[in-house]
């Protein structure tokens, strides 16, 4: 079974940094881009960033580029999202998915807060 599960996230301070994992199982991860996703408070999902399978290609949206690092260890099984600098408009919930067998599998979700 497809299995997503994040963690590392939590409340922080204006110009801080968290890092957020993604555990992957059920699945062979290599073989998989890898994404991370938000939803900040009372609006839609915003995709954050991607990287290919590899891990040698990654892109970022305009929001974070310069801010965010995603990364992946494939031996591992784990994705990870490397947040700094961050601001009030980071708030929000996270979630890493994945596009498998036609559909997206998303993970549990976590909470970030970015507040002094």
């Known amino acids: 079974q497809v299995h997503l599960a994040e963690s590392g996230g939590g409340l922080v301070q204006p110009g801080g940094s968290l890092r957020l994992a993604c555990a992957a199982s059920?699945?062979?991860?290599?073989?998989?881009?890898m994404y991370w996703v938000r939803q900040a408070p009372g609006k839609g999902l915003e995709w954050v960033s991607v990287i290919r399978f590899a891990g040698d290609t990654t892109y970022y949206a305009d929001s974070v580029k310069g801010r965010f690092t995603i990364s992946r260890d494939n031996a591992n099984n784990t994705l990870y999202l490397q947040m700094n600098d961050l601001t009030s408009e980071d708030t929000g919930i996270y979630f890493c998915n994945a596009f498998i067998g036609g559909q997206f599998t998303w993970g549990q979700g976590l909470q970030v807060t970015v507040s002094s």
């Open positions: 059920g699945f062979t991860f290599s073989d998989y881009w």
